[in-house]
């Protein structure tokens, strides 16, 4: 890889810096940027109404200060943000936040979007990194600077034209991680100068890392930095809002925290441009395993998931922290005994949770331990279909996982012994792949017959002897399942269907998964073939032969 075409970003030079003997002791002041930063990243951004439900779920998940939008950005922004005010959707106790450029025009835009509300945050911003002035600006740090005091004024005169006294105010630097921090300084001190903060009318000054360039203790430096040279410290609150470049946007906004910041934005699950924001339930969450009243509610991380998932598209990817499918789960057999001893003991000494390879409780977030199928309820070691994904590429349904468990268990026991791999893969093979006995599948030929239906002719052996079979449906599995029923005089149904490629490559196999139902009971049965409709029939033929068995 061309590595040289890269320069390493340079550290700051700070030998007194204190931060790292600091620790996070209270959560600080949580803004949520879900509907605007995290809104404008989606392919398809929400509507009205999911806009709406999310804004709901924030108020309800603990958030004072909520930034809905980008009034003068468009139409649906304008308008949503005066849907919350008009129908008095925002309770007295939460503050919205809207983002606006320095330009006149769009200033006087997003106050007329919050004509009438209760308490708003007007949050100002300008780009400032060396980079973004030379190239996409082509300004100098005085005309920079100066378009940063322009906005405040407006901002400042608007206010006042409004009349209201709940407005207040937010400026960021943005792309502050690539701008000098003597400049950074400067530009913030002068749009303090004109807002001229006081402790009982504070300011935030956020600080964001628009594109995370260093590592996390290169943010915390510069917050600190930013920290001990501003004007009006007492009167200022300091903000961040780190994005996941490098995937360290949690660990940059909890350093940056440690150097003295009193505010994070972020989103749930670290949804934004490119790789996101930093998670704020994450952060919440790690503050919570260390014993830190968050302020913020996930006692039912299954609904926030839900939440997000319906909202904006996107998954909650299974290994998340706090939130994926698996994390509370142990494939590692060693992993499940120690988990085990530790909740045995841990309801001998119930004051602190203290339990192997889980930092919390999954309870607190409504969940429970969940490990998956045992190779052996006695020796606890690893998961089966675990161990058949990782090492043959099978991926089994959970109902077939519930079905070859106890065969598994059974096997196990009587040998008095732990499975390997490979014997649990011919065991699987053995039992529910490409069985032909007593019926096996030898021809087939299919036929379409209008848009849904097909027919099938197909030669098996059964029991010794060749037969001929024919059958009609609303495909070829119907119309080979259809054709099967008349030769051996059962009614079968297909209750579950899946299937996926075991190699790459133009070669590859495939291997489907068939579970039947006769007389209500259930079977199950897999095929192997290069033809994705040959692996169909042979998983149905398995299954029938298992039904016929039985």
């Not at 300011?203 to 203790?217: F, G, H, Y």
């Not at 490098?246 to 910041?261: H, P």
């Not at 196999?509 to 040959?534: E, V």
Request: with cysteine.
């Amino acid at each position: 890889m061309n590595y040289q075409k890269y320069r390493p970003y340079p550290p700051m030079a700070m030998p007194d810096r204190k931060w790292p003997n600091r620790q996070i002791t209270e959560a600080p002041i949580w803004c949520s940027v879900d509907l605007r930063d995290g809104n404008q990243a989606l392919e398809v951004p929400m509507t009205f109404q999911q806009k709406l439900d999310f804004f709901t779920f924030l108020v309800k998940t603990g958030f004072k200060e909520i930034e809905v939008g980008f009034p003068a950005a468009s139409d649906t922004e304008y308008n949503f943000c005066r849907a919350l005010i008009e129908q008095k959707l925002i309770p007295d106790d939460v503050t919205i936040q809207v983002l606006t450029q320095s330009r006149e025009h769009i200033i006087r835009k997003t106050f007329e979007a919050l004509r009438g509300v209760k308490n708003a945050i007007v949050h100002l911003y300008n780009s400032t990194s060396t980079l973004q002035r030379d190239v996409v600006f082509q300004m100098s740090k005085e005309e920079v600077t100066q378009l940063a005091v322009d906005g405040a004024v407006m901002i400042q005169d608007l206010a006042r034209e409004y009349g209201a006294e709940n407005y207040h105010f937010e400026y960021s630097p943005e792309s502050f991680t690539g701008t000098e921090m003597e400049y950074a300084v400067e530009i913030c001190n002068a749009v303090l100068d004109v807002w001229k903060p006081t402790p009982e009318k504070k300011v935030i000054i956020n600080l964001p890392s628009t594109v995370e360039m260093a590592t996390p203790n290169v943010y915390a430096d510069q917050i600190e930095y930013v920290c001990e040279h501003i004007h009006d410290r007492d009167s200022v609150i300091i903000s961040l809002h780190a994005h996941n470049d490098r995937g360290c946007a949690v660990a940059s906004s909890e350093l940056g925290l440690m150097a003295g910041a009193d505010r994070v934005e972020g989103t749930l699950f670290g949804n934004g441009e490119r790789t996101g924001n930093a998670d704020i339930m994450n952060i919440a969450m790690n503050m919570f395993s260390q014993g830190i009243d968050p302020k913020l509610n996930f006692d039912n991380i299954e609904e926030v998931v839900q939440m997000y998932e319906k909202s904006t598209g996107l998954f909650v990817h299974p290994r998340h922290p706090y939130a994926g499918k698996l994390v509370y789960t142990a494939f590692s057999g060693s992993h499940q005994d120690a988990i085990k001893k530790g909740m045995a003991r841990g309801k001998e000494h119930p004051e602190y949770w203290e339990v192997p390879y889980l930092p919390i409780d999954p309870a607190d977030v409504g969940r429970s331990y969940d490990p998956i199928i045992r190779i052996n309820s006695q020796s606890g070691k690893g998961g089966v279909a675990y161990i058949l994904e990782q090492n043959f590429g099978l991926i089994l349904p959970k109902n077939l996982q519930k079905d070859f468990g106890p065969m598994v268990t059974k096997v196990s026991d009587t040998n008095n012994k732990e499975l390997l791999p490979q014997e649990l893969y011919d065991l699987f093979m053995k039992e529910y792949v490409n069985r032909t006995e007593p019926l096996k599948l030898l021809h087939y030929s299919e036929a379409i017959r209008g848009t849904d239906q097909s027919s099938i002719e197909a030669e098996m052996l059964y029991s010794g002897r060749n037969v001929t079979i024919h059958g009609e449906g609303n495909g070829i599995i119907s119309a080979f399942c259809k054709a099967i029923e008349g030769l051996l005089g059962i009614d079968v149904e297909v209750v579950n269907y899946s299937e996926h490629s075991l190699e790459y490559g133009s070669k590859s196999r495939a291997i489907t998964y068939i579970q039947m139902r006769c007389d209500g009971k259930d079977y199950y049965g897999a095929g192997i073939s290069s033809n994705i409709t040959k692996s169909s029939l042979r998983a149905i033929v398995t299954a029938i032969n298992k039904i016929l068995k039985a």
